[in-house]
């Protein structure tokens, strides 16, 4: 099958240094840019969004709260309002510099508490998924497979691209294992392309326990603030065209 491989990138800002965008855009197909809030700042964003039209990675605003000292990881209680006008301006700030350098987005994701919120909170889903709508009903919401957000993308009649985690765990009821508890990270390449096979194998999210959630999926996250993001991502990319898996743009794989 046709399957998108992407990255949390540009959550870079000033000195700060978070991942490896330079060499990451040239292995995912797919390029998440964070839009401000929880990292990356306009010098940042204007590198990756560059670079993934360099090596033809497809990209998207990847908006979080606005928690800089917690990377974004921490959850945040907003009104409605507030989350909705939130996400709209991240989304709107990386619209104009992807027009600006030629290279328009194709999709959102949520990075980090928030996703973890909306995929648990339907308010909260259906918030982010008017907020995409509004801003560009065209753009493709990039949802964890079986969650909130998903099914709220999919009431908004936005496309929806499902996603897994090559380098998490997953609970019973297909949440991400909270990364306060052992294990919720896997560490190594090793680790993640033994994941990754039991759930393409299975056709569906496998969790801690060995039981298996049924669901399609088009993309598959690398985190790339990772200190192994790089070499998992390329280890993944090479495994699934072993696999016999064509790596593509997201729009691609979402086109089958």
């Not at 998903?150 to 949440?175: H, K, M, N």
């Not at 909270?178 to 090793?190: C, E, F, I, T």
């Amino acid at each position: 099958m046709k399957i998108n491989l992407n990255a949390d990138l540009g959550e870079s800002f000033g000195p700060y240094v978070i991942g490896n965008d330079e060499e990451l855009l040239g292995v995912v197909g797919a390029a998440n840019i964070a839009c401000g809030f929880h990292g990356g700042d306009p010098v940042v964003i204007a590198r990756a969004i560059a670079r993934a039209k360099e090596t033809g990675a497809s990209i998207g605003a990847h908006p979080g709260h606005a928690d800089l000292q917690g990377f974004g990881r921490r959850a945040m209680a907003l009104s409605s309002e507030e989350l909705r006008l939130s996400v709209v301006y991240q989304i709107s700030a990386v619209t104009g510099m992807a027009h600006a350098l030629g290279h328009p987005i194709t999709h959102v994701k949520p990075h980090g508490a928030m996703n973890n919120q909306a995929c648990v909170d339907r308010a909260m889903a259906d918030t982010i998924a008017r907020a995409v709508a509004e801003t560009d009903p065209g753009l493709i919401l990039l949802a964890p497979a079986l969650s909130q957000l998903a099914a709220a993308g999919d009431a908004a009649g936005l496309r929806v691209a499902l996603e897994i985690f090559a380098d998490r765990t997953y609970e019973a009821d297909g949440s991400l294992t909270p990364r306060s508890r052992p294990g919720s990270v896997l560490h190594g390449k090793g680790e993640a392309l033994a994941h990754v096979k039991r759930m393409i194998e299975a056709g569906g999210i496998v969790t801690r326990e060995g039981s298996v959630l049924p669901t399609p999926f088009h993309s598959i996250c690398v985190h790339g603030d990772g200190a192994e993001a790089l070499s998992t991502a390329r280890a993944l990319r090479a495994a699934l065209a072993d696999w016999g898996h064509a790596p593509v743009t997201l729009p691609e794989a979402m086109a089958g």
